[in-house]
């Protein structure tokens, strides 16, 4: 069974920084491409940034420069590094796996699994 299980979601300030992660168990990691997508109140779900199983990544242009998603396979995790937080970043944050990276890789119907989601809040 595939299993996501994000954490590492909080409050902070705006200019501040949370790194997320993602264990993911169940199937063979090395193969899979990983993501994150994020959903705001009232909005839909966003393709902020994803990683292919080749270490190939891919940023939403409202965070490129800021974040930075990376793979660990030796512990099965997937991370994102946010920095200079914005408010407008907040939202609830999903991390996403698939055997072929879609593409595109911000559409969100594309991507297989989906794990809960970590709240993210982003204080001005």
């Known amino acids: 069974e595939v299993q996501l299980q994000a954490s590492g979601g909080g409050l902070v300030q705006a200019g501040g920084s949370l790194r997320l992660s993602c264990a993911a168990s169940g199937f063979n990691f090395d193969d899979y491409a990983f993501g994150w997508f994020r959903q705001s109140p009232g909005k839909g779900r966003w393709g902020v940034s994803t990683?292919?199983?080749?270490?190939?990544?891919w940023y939403d242009v409202s965070v490129k420069g800021r974040f930075a998603i990376s793979r660990d396979s030796a512990q099965n995790l997937v991370y994102l590094q946010m920095n200079n937080l914005h408010p407008e970043d907040t939202a609830v944050y999903y991390c996403?796996?698939?055997?072929?990276?879609?593409?595109?890789?911000?559409?969100?119907?594309?991507?297989?699994?989906w794990g809960r989601g970590t709240l993210v809040t982003v204080s001005s």
């Open positions: 990683i292919s199983s080749d270490g190939d990544t």
């Open positions: 996403v796996a698939d055997p072929n990276l879609p593409k595109p890789p911000g559409w969100s119907k594309a991507w297989a699994y």
